[in-house]
């Protein structure tokens, strides 16, 4: 069952489908613009940073943020709805201080870090004066376990030396990106769980290597980026690390299950969008004698993707109140099936709104080929279809074990 949203919500919500019809979708091609005209496209449109002062002026940010000391303090079904909305254009997230994977770090710095990297690292992330990434996922390892990242960090002294090879670092190649959280093996013989740890690590520290660019699906991202970065013998304070040492996997896991309800809710609003672009071609849009609406075979397509983005929304919304509720431990198998469930509904609704633009659905004149590919990272992003439908199947079984 749907929950009542607070007033507090409902008003920022309002609010937020205000500023996304009269800010956001009006420049996305101003954004598009700026970035191509610009020296490099690894430099930062003026457009971002005036509709992130706008969307200050207007209380708009910091919305992820469920401690009152950092920003509104939603709970995690009331945040998922505000999601959605910004879902609807890739653009929108950063303008409101939303975006991955700085949610995720901030929340890592807010329940784990000392008061001094709060000052240092969380305080110039929640102003969006700087970008961070979190470099966990390697290439020689299956990375969606966490256990089987082989980075060393190991401590000399009052120093860490890190030695890793990592990649799908998001945000990396952003001017902005200042600092990395590292996931690396501080105890390789250790309990396998406690075995990781991570670390803050300037990305100006000597040993830093950003040695590519890595575009999805053809798209560079730009300005933010995924890159690959070598740290090779890199040395930071002991005061660096998160938490404690062997605290790495429990830090993981406590960052996925609210970023993988802001991941589905956004597909979803990536759908919605993609629906609505949709029907209004489809009412536009004359061959072979009538409008495209007019055909049975549209109708049909319409009405399949209006029935997925609602089976798609409740289940993300019944997943984020039961973590709200329990905990996410508990909302463990609702978590994963969102998962599996939100991107699929976000590709299928795309691709047909894709087919009905024809030739134009994969230029980028429309949102569309983007926003498809981006849906369709999501099913490996957080870990693949098979991972979480593995979990969900052994958790359904010991339903019935006797």
């Not at 980075?151 to 799908?168: L, Q």
Request: charged residues 25%; aromatic residues 6%.
């Amino acid at each position: 069952m749907l929950l009542e949203l607070s007033e507090k919500t409902k008003e920022l919500k309002s609010k937020l489908e205000v500023f996304m019809v009269e800010y956001v979708y009006p420049n996305e091609q101003l954004f598009e613009e700026q970035l191509n005209r610009a020296e490099s496209r690894w430099q930062i449109p003026p457009i971002i940073e005036e509709l992130k002062e706008k969307a200050k002026e207007q209380g708009l940010w910091n919305l992820f943020a469920h401690d009152t000391n950092y920003g509104p303090g939603l709970t995690n079904y009331e945040y998922a709805h505000l999601c959605e909305i910004m879902g609807r254009s890739l653009l929108a997230p950063e303008l409101f201080n939303c975006n991955a994977p700085d949610t995720g770090n901030m929340e890592v710095l807010m329940k784990y870090g000392t008061e001094e990297q709060k000052e240092r690292w969380l305080k110039p992330l929640l102003n969006g004066e700087i970008r961070s990434c979190f470099s966990m996922t390697e290439p020689n390892v299956a990375s969606s376990d966490a256990t089987n990242i082989q980075g060393s960090i190991i401590r000399e002294g009052n120093e860490y030396v890190i030695n890793a090879r990592k990649w799908w670092s998001t945000g990396a190649i952003d001017p902005r990106c200042e600092i990395a959280i590292v996931m690396g093996k501080t105890d390789p013989k250790g309990p396998r769980h406690e075995q990781q740890s991570m670390v803050l690590v300037p990305l100006n520290t000597p040993g830093v290597e950003i040695k590519r660019h890595l575009p999805v699906f053809g798209y560079d991202h730009a300005p933010h980026g995924h890159g690959e970065i070598h740290y090779n013998n890199v040395r930071v304070p002991v005061s660096n690390l998160i938490y404690a040492e062997g605290k790495g996997f429990e830090i993981a896991q406590s960052r996925l299950g609210p970023g993988r309800i802001h991941h589905c809710m956004r597909a979803i609003g990536a759908a919605e969008r993609a629906l609505e672009l949709l029907c209004n071609r489809a009412g536009d849009r004359v061959a072979f004698g009538s409008a495209l609406a007019d055909k049975g075979v549209i109708k049909e397509i319409i009405a399949e993707s209006r029935i997925e983005i609602e089976q798609a929304r409740l289940l993300t919304l019944h997943a984020a109140h039961k973590m709200d509720q329990e905990g996410a431990k508990a909302a463990r198998k609702e978590i994963a099936m969102i998962k599996i469930v939100a991107p699929r509904v976000s590709i299928s609704v795309i691709d047909r709104a894709i087919q009905v633009f024809g030739a134009a659905g994969v230029s980028e004149d429309f949102p569309l080929a983007a926003h498809w590919a981006n849906a369709r990272t999501l099913r490996l992003v957080d870990g693949p279809d098979q991972v979480h439908l593995r979990d969900i199947g052994r958790l359904e079984l010991k339903n019935y074990q006797k």
